[in-house]
């Protein structure tokens, strides 16, 4: 069973360059997440989609956009790359609001 | 945003000893799952509590709900080096016909055999 799968798992970009990390999940899930997990600080949302063609800003959306164009792929794009953004990030889908999160294997990012 | 504090941050223990981490908050949980994360991977969800006064037991590990459901416990019995790793806690907080889910800082553990 692939679950959640993240493309790519590690990606080196300069400053200004821009990235999409794809996410794609097979078990019919209406919801999906982006989280960014930095060391010491936890999994901070960064958006969020309810079902296709629904999206909404989590905690630390500034500097990401993300569509929803399927109940499957949750694209992240990431615009104007900052070292800030040097972060682990992780895709989740969830069969409903109080269901179980199902991690991707996340992507490792580093801005230089 | 809610804030949920997790302590401690860092344990490490022998083979074969207890412990406790602990996941706190002021304000109230519709449920509380926790997960656990391995180097390299995901989270994946142990258990959910939904119960004020809850008690689950997963093998040599039992998650305990706060009766007022603003804190959490999870207690491993002698622990093992495949114990190791990042455990997370995760509160439901609902609010004006919205759910947010907020994570924990972690407590990072590691057994030395």
């Known amino acids: 069973n692939a679950g959640v799968t993240q493309t790519p798992k590690f990606r080196i970009l300069k400053i200004g360059q821009s990235m999409t990390l794809q996410c794609a999940q097979d078990m019919n899930h209406n919801y999906m997440y982006w989280y960014r997990q930095d060391p010491g600080m936890g999994l901070k949302l960064i958006y969020y989609s309810v079902g296709a063609g629904i999206t909404d800003k989590g905690e630390v959306p500034n500097g990401y956009n993300v569509s929803r164009s399927t109940t499957e792929d949750f694209p992240l794009r990431l615009e104007l790359a900052a070292p800030s953004q040097t972060s682990v990030y992780f895709c989740?889908?969830?069969?409903?609001?109080?269901?179980?999160?199902?991690f991707g294997e996340g992507s490792r990012l580093t801005v230089l | 945003t809610q804030l949920l504090e997790q302590s401690p941050q860092f344990l490490s223990i022998q083979e074969g000893e207890n412990l406790t981490v602990y996941c706190n908050s002021s304000?109230?949980?519709?449920?509380l799952q926790w997960y656990r994360q391995e180097p390299g991977e995901g989270p994946v969800l142990l258990v959910t509590?939904?119960?004020?006064?809850e008690v689950k037991k997963l093998k040599r590990l039992t998650f305990q709900f706060g009766d007022a459901r603003k804190d959490s416990s999870l207690h491993i019995t002698a622990a093992q080096p495949g114990d190791t790793g990042l455990y997370l806690c995760a509160g439901l907080y609902s609010g004006a016909g919205s759910y947010q889910l907020t994570f924990g800082k972690g407590t990072k553990l590691s057994v030395i055999p």
């Open positions: 509590v939904v119960t004020g006064g």
């Open positions: 989740a889908s969830s069969p409903g609001t109080l269901g179980e999160l199902f």
């Open positions: 304000s109230v949980f519709s449920s």
